[in-house]
Each structure stands twice: as C-alpha cells, then as structure tokens.
Nanobody, 122 residues
C-alpha cells in the first residue's frame, strides 16, 4: 500500500523556519519524483516544489524560490522541505504528492498525503 505521511507543520512567527518531512512507503522510492503542494484557506491547491528521482533535479514556485529547499533521503524514503524566512502568506496545509505506477499496473495513480498545517503569524 502506497503511503505518504507528512509531518513537521506548526505555528511559527514570520521570519522563522520549519522543516517538513514526507515519509514514503509501499513503492520503490528511488524511482519516483515527489512534490510538495499547499492549499491556503479559500484558495486552490498549488505546487510548491518537487524533486526528481535519479538526479535530484528540483523545481520551486516563484513565491518560495530562495526561501525553501527540497531534498530527498533515499536511504530513509523521506523527502524534506526546509522552509526559511516564512511569511504569513505561506500559511496553508502542505501536502506531499507522488504519481506512482506499481508493478503490474498499466497506469499510475496520483497519491496524496493527508497534509500538515503550517501557520505563520505576523
């Protein structure tokens, strides 16, 4: 069973830092890109960052570039999102995501974690 479990959210003051973790299981972690999305109250879910499988190529939304860093620990099947210089507009539920095709499947499935809440106070 594919599972993506986020942790590390919390309440932080503007300018502070948090480190989110996404623990993955149920699939060959090294083979898949993993992404972070967020959804603020009353807004649509948006992509924040993602990291590729093989070479660790990364992508960042313009709104977080220079402040957030994504990394993966293949030995621990975990993807991290280090968030620095947090702003009140970063307040959202943060979700881990992976499009995973298991052995024997014709098509992949978009898997989501349940999310972890990040609240940045001004």
């Amino acid at each position: 069973e594919v599972q993506l479990v986020e942790s590390g959210g919390g309440l932080v003051q503007a300018g502070g830092s948090l480190r989110l973790s996404c623990a993955a299981s149920g699939f060959t972690f090294d083979d898949y890109a993993i992404g972070w999305f967020r959804q603020a109250p009353g807004k649509e879910r948006e992509g924040v960052s993602c990291i590729s499988s093989s070479f660790g190529s990364t992508y960042y939304a313009d709104s977080v570039k220079g402040r957030f860093t994504i990394a993966r620990g293949n030995a621990t099947n975990t993807v991290f999102l280090q968030m620095n210089s947090l702003k009140p507009e970063d307040t959202a539920v943060y979700f881990c995501n992976g499009y995973i095709r298991l052995l024997g499947e014709v098509a992949g499935t978009n898997y989501w974690g349940e999310g972890t809440l990040v609240t940045v106070s001004s």
